[in-house]
């Protein structure tokens, strides 16, 4: 039975993982640009290219689009291999 259940998730946990290291990609974007997070230009290109285009286009087009390049996991790798810093989880979590 739980073999039956481990095949059933693993796709399901794939997608999740594909889907954070397109996010990551994106919150790259938006880091590097001048205002950070804030950045209005970005804000702006991402409205366009992603919500306003809505499914008019493929979701590989939209990120592309955006991006100015085709997505890939190297945001998200960079994350996954980040050290952990546990003094500043810890004084988090005591807040």
């Given at each position: 039975m739980h073999v039956v259940k481990?095949?059933?998730l693993l796709p399901k946990y794939y997608c999740y993982l594909y889907a954070?290291?397109?996010?990551?990609?994106f919150l790259q974007a938006f880091k590097s640009a001048p205002?950070?997070?804030?950045?209005?230009?970005?804000?702006?290109?991402?409205?366009?290219t992603i919500l306003e285009a809505g499914s008019t286009k493929t979701a590989i087009?939209?990120?592309?689009?955006f991006l100015g390049r085709p997505p890939n996991a190297n945001a998200f790798y960079e994350w996954v291999s980040s050290p952990l810093?546990?003094?500043?989880?810890?004084?988090?979590?005591s807040k």
């Open positions: 481990l095949i059933y954070e290291s397109i996010a990551m990609d205002d950070g997070l804030l950045d209005r230009d970005m804000s702006r290109r991402y409205r366009r087009e939209m990120c592309t689009d810093d546990l003094v500043a989880l810890d004084q988090e979590a």
